[in-house]
């Protein structure tokens, strides 16, 4: 071989492979498709896109629903709350109710009871009948009052509203017994006493009701949280000198004979008017000047009235009338029981006062009525110059 052809192999053989790594290094080839689905180009297949972790997905969807699942325990444990709630008050509402119907009754059948005591002519037998009949009633609230469920918290509380008709009963009952026991004595004084004791019951009945029964409960049902639900009040003595001991000896003189059957009763008997008073700015009326008088809801007149003799008045009246143009305004009480020398007042109130009453001159006029042998009326009635005028 020529040396020519020895040089142009050597060319060859060391040149081609340096030209081939050369370019390699040089250029870089595409990123081919990496699909191995014979794409287009069937090059190499594309990257797939990048995706969260495999474990965050379940994850994240098992924290949504233990979520869900809270929210939704939260919204029942707040509605079953409600539901509680409501149903409480409802137990609380129905349990007043029917005490409220005890307490109403007991309550009109201890203005009847007050009544019947200064009712005139009154006798004897017929007020131990009277008294018996209530005690039958006060019997029978006491039954029905025993046949209530009270909510769990009230059972030993209800116990002392039984305790006190209980009492009610009781004493009327035993005021009847005395007063037919007593029927011979001729002691009125004694006989009093007696039926004095019996009484206390009535009054003791009272405070069972509002120290130990109403109190607690009220409190008891501020303590759960049930509003709205009121406890009824029921007081059987409004008038505590109706059965103090004068006043019972001063009964039984009449229902055994006495001044009550007719004819001029002994002592000095007499009664007067002493103030009326405006409530509630506090002003009291005066025959010399006129008064401006504020109207608001509450206007009210407090007549204070004094026995002015030695012996106890029984149904005094008192009688109010206001005249401010067109009809006059006539409001009517009555004073059950008054002892000699001591005073009692009565309020008027709930005024429809037409417009004409203000800004023009009105009357009030009082009038205290006389009592059975009473000599002097002088200071009986009084009559007042009063402004009306908006609060």
């Given at each position: 071989?020529?040396?020519?052809?020895?040089?142009?192999?050597?060319?060859?053989?060391?040149?081609?492979?340096?030209?081939?790594?050369?370019?390699?290094?040089?250029?870089?080839?595409?990123?081919?498709?990496?699909?191995?689905?014979?794409?287009?180009?069937?090059?190499?297949?594309?990257?797939?896109?990048?995706?969260?972790?495999?474990?965050?997905?379940?994850?994240?969807?098992?924290?949504?629903?233990?979520?869900?699942?809270?929210?939704?325990?939260?919204?029942?444990?707040?509605?079953?709350?409600?539901?509680?709630?409501?149903?409480?008050?409802?137990?609380?509402?129905?349990?007043?109710?029917?005490?409220?119907?005890?307490?109403?009754?007991?309550?009109?059948?201890?203005?009847?009871?007050?009544?019947?005591?200064?009712?005139?002519?009154?006798?004897?037998?017929?007020?131990?009948?009277?008294?018996?009949?209530?005690?039958?009633?006060?019997?029978?609230?006491?039954?029905?009052?025993?046949?209530?469920?009270?909510?769990?918290?009230?059972?030993?509380?209800?116990?002392?509203?039984?305790?006190?008709?209980?009492?009610?009963?009781?004493?009327?009952?035993?005021?009847?017994?005395?007063?037919?026991?007593?029927?011979?004595?001729?002691?009125?004084?004694?006989?009093?006493?007696?039926?004095?004791?019996?009484?206390?019951?009535?009054?003791?009945?009272?405070?069972?009701?509002?120290?130990?029964?109403?109190?607690?409960?009220?409190?008891?049902?501020?303590?759960?949280?049930?509003?709205?639900?009121?406890?009824?009040?029921?007081?059987?003595?409004?008038?505590?000198?109706?059965?103090?001991?004068?006043?019972?000896?001063?009964?039984?003189?009449?229902?055994?004979?006495?001044?009550?059957?007719?004819?001029?009763?002994?002592?000095?008997?007499?009664?007067?008017?002493?103030?009326?008073?405006?409530?509630?700015?506090?002003?009291?009326?005066?025959?010399?000047?006129?008064?401006?008088?504020?109207?608001?809801?509450?206007?009210?007149?407090?007549?204070?009235?004094?026995?002015?003799?030695?012996?106890?008045?029984?149904?005094?009246?008192?009688?109010?009338?206001?005249?401010?143009?067109?009809?006059?305004?006539?409001?009517?009480?009555?004073?059950?029981?008054?002892?000699?020398?001591?005073?009692?007042?009565?309020?008027?109130?709930?005024?429809?006062?037409?417009?004409?009453?203000?800004?023009?001159?009105?009357?009030?006029?009082?009038e205290v009525g006389a009592v059975a042998g009473e000599?002097?009326?002088?200071?009986?009635?009084?009559?007042?110059?009063?402004?009306?005028?908006?609060?």
């Amino acid at each position: 071989m020529s040396t020519y052809d020895d040089d142009d192999i050597e060319f060859d053989f060391f040149d081609e492979p340096e030209t081939v790594e050369a370019t390699q290094r040089g250029r870089r080839l595409p990123r081919r498709d990496r699909r191995g689905d014979g794409g287009a180009g069937g090059g190499w297949p594309r990257r797939p896109p990048m995706r969260a972790p495999t474990g965050l997905i379940p994850l994240a969807r098992l924290v949504g629903l233990i979520a869900i699942a809270i929210a939704i325990v939260v919204a029942l444990v707040f509605w079953v709350g409600a539901c509680q709630g409501k149903s409480k008050h409802d137990d609380y509402a129905s349990y007043a109710a029917k005490v409220k119907t005890i307490a109403q009754s007991s309550t009109q059948l201890s203005v009847e009871f007050a009544n019947k005591l200064v009712s005139p002519g009154l006798k004897a037998a017929d007020l131990e009948t009277s008294l018996q009949q209530y005690a039958q009633q006060e019997q029978q609230a006491f039954d029905q009052a025993q046949h209530i469920r009270p909510p769990g918290p009230l059972r030993q509380i209800h116990q002392h509203l039984i305790d006190s008709l209980e009492l009610r009963a009781r004493g009327l009952a035993g005021l009847g017994d005395a007063l037919s026991q007593t029927a011979s004595t001729k002691d009125a004084a004694t006989a009093a006493q007696k039926l004095a004791d019996r009484a206390a019951l009535l009054t003791a009945s009272d405070v069972v009701w509002d120290e130990l029964y109403k109190a607690p409960a009220s409190q008891e049902l501020s303590t759960l949280g049930v509003t709205g639900v009121v406890i009824p009040e029921s007081h059987f003595v409004s008038n505590p000198e109706l059965l103090s001991l004068r006043s019972l000896t001063v009964l039984l003189t009449q229902i055994r004979g006495g001044a009550s059957t007719g004819g001029t009763p002994g002592g000095k008997h007499g009664d007067g008017l002493v103030s009326v008073k405006v409530e509630p700015q506090g002003d009291t009326l005066t025959t010399d000047t006129a008064t401006t008088v504020k109207v608001s809801a509450d206007l009210s007149f407090v007549v204070t009235v004094e026995d002015s003799g030695d012996s106890q008045e029984i149904n005094v009246p008192v009688t109010l009338t206001i005249d401010a143009g067109g009809k006059p305004i006539v409001n009517r009480k009555t004073i059950q029981v008054i002892q000699a020398a001591q005073q009692e007042t009565v309020t008027f109130g709930n005024f429809n006062l037409p417009t004409s009453a203000f800004g023009a001159k009105a009357t009030v006029k009082v009038e205290v009525g006389a009592v059975a042998g009473e000599i002097n009326t002088a200071n009986n009635a009084a009559s007042y110059t009063v402004f009306f005028t908006l609060s």
